[in-house]
């Protein structure tokens, strides 16, 4: 995880609740003197909901004033302070009260709501607070997380995680934007998300529930924050703030298997908490898909040295093909089509890499056998067919429940049939987990 680029915006040990989410702060501050700023830009605002207009960008940004708020329990907004945006769209607020979580800057264009933005963590006392520049994304991530807490649900999820799931631009956005429909159906299905990674997480016996992940995202996420106000591009920014998440959860103890089968658990219930409730379904999946594909990447790149490193390289490279396959797809009929097909490809990949580790000089007998039995343990591996009836965070932990031991099963009968004593069943046990272990799409 990169290092946070300063120390003012959150400090290294974060002491935030998801709880308080009232108006309450929880660093009382009566006099005014650990007030903090918060300073950034406006981007983007949404145009008046009849007008039919594109995004209002900045310079020149239509936006008058802004205002951190506190986001209530029932997912209304209290002013906490204001201030007036300058020509070029930037912002300083002074007078922020410190103590205060669960917190956002909306730009108000004619008193009209028309842009938002998350402010992740807790405000600390005296600090300066950056969000991200304020666009169509953050206004929808704002929203999305409002409705969260108005459904009691954030102890399900974060405002750091919906930052990692939630990775949409172009003029999907605007329809997503007029529709309380579909914000409501994208709020559901990130709870679920969040929901499912606690259960199998649990199910593994790690301790990563949704306030533990958020606290582990939280500096990367005002990471994240700082890379968009400097002007890097979302894809690079968003890129590097997957491989963050990543390297918090094994930093906390999961092993990559674990985030595995949890991120392809929760890119299932997301899509199918969707499905049917929003026009851009495609477009939402995809991201928590394709972090899934990246741990999964990542998993084989550990072996990349090894004595399996052949099998390695033939697992990352089809798993390389599927992201940018993946990340090509617009609609969730070419996600699912895509997602199949390239499941496919890894497999068969992976079948011929296991055999030739395996049974690379035997005889064709032998290698017939093993053979088999790389197809009996990819069928074992292929966790995208037990989540085809998970529709819930408890139905996905118990798709998932046995599934490890079953792999490592089917694993070790293919290295039976090798007649190979010396091979590491362990380390082609994960290889194939990588290989298969997809979400599955509807």
Not at 152 to 168: C, I, K, P, Q, Y
Not at 231 to 258: I, K, N, P
Request: aromatic share 4%; hydrophobic share 45%.
């Amino acid at each position: 995880m990169k290092t946070p680029k300063s120390t003012l915006l959150v400090a290294a040990t974060v002491m935030f609740s998801l709880a308080a989410c009232d108006d309450t702060p929880t660093d009382p501050n009566l006099d005014g003197q650990d007030d903090a700023v918060v300073e950034g830009r406006v981007d983007e605002t949404t145009p008046p909901p009849s007008s039919g207009a594109s995004p209002q960008p900045a310079p020149g940004t239509a936006a008058q004033t802004v205002s951190v708020v506190q986001i209530g329990a029932s997912g209304e907004y209290s002013e906490l302070a204001s201030a007036e945006v300058r020509i070029d769209g930037s912002y300083r607020v002074e007078g922020v009260p410190s103590g205060r979580t669960n917190t956002a800057v909306v730009a108000y264009v004619d008193g009209r709501v028309a842009g938002e933005v998350l402010i992740h963590g807790q405000i600390r006392s005296r600090a300066t607070i950056r969000p991200a520049p304020i666009t169509y994304e953050t206004t929808m991530e704002t929203r999305t997380y409002a409705r969260v807490v108005a459904a009691g649900r954030v102890g399900h999820t974060s405002s750091s995680e919906l930052a990692l799931w939630l990775r949409v631009d172009g003029p999907d956005l605007e329809s997503t934007l007029s529709s309380e429909a579909e914000l409501e159906a994208i709020a559901d299905g990130s709870a679920e998300a969040g929901a499912t990674m606690s259960s199998v997480f649990a199910g593994a016996g790690v301790s990563l529930d949704a306030q533990a992940r958020s606290e582990l995202l939280v500096d990367a996420a005002v990471d994240l924050a700082t890379d968009l106000l400097a002007g890097l591009s979302l894809d690079v920014a968003h890129d590097e703030y997957v491989e963050a998440a990543l390297d918090a959860y094994t930093g906390a103890g999961a092993r990559l298997e674990s985030v595995i089968v949890a991120t392809a658990g929760a890119a299932s219930t997301f899509d199918a908490m969707v499905e049917g409730r929003t026009s851009i379904r495609g477009r939402v999946v995809t991201q928590p898909v394709m972090v899934n594909l990246r741990a999964r990447q990542r998993l084989a790149a550990e072996y990349g040295a090894s004595a399996e490193a052949a099998l390695a390289n033939a697992v990352e490279a089809s798993l390389e093909a599927a992201r940018a396959g993946v990340e090509a797809t617009t609609t969730a009929a070419e996600l699912k089509a895509e997602l199949q097909a390239r499941l496919d490809a890894t497999i068969d990949a992976t079948a011929d890499a296991a055999v030739e580790l395996l049974a690379a000089d035997a005889s064709a007998t032998v290698r017939a056998d093993v053979r088999a039995a790389a197809e009996t343990a990819l069928a074992e591996a292929t966790l995208h067919t037990r989540l085809q009836a998970a529709a819930s965070a408890s139905a996905v932990a118990s798709a998932v429940a046995d599934y490890r031991a079953s792999v490592r099963g089917a694993v070790q009968a293919m290295v039976d049939a090798s007649g190979k004593a010396t091979a590491d069943a362990d380390a082609i046990t994960e290889l194939f987990i990588a290989a298969c272990a997809g979400a599955y799409i509807r």
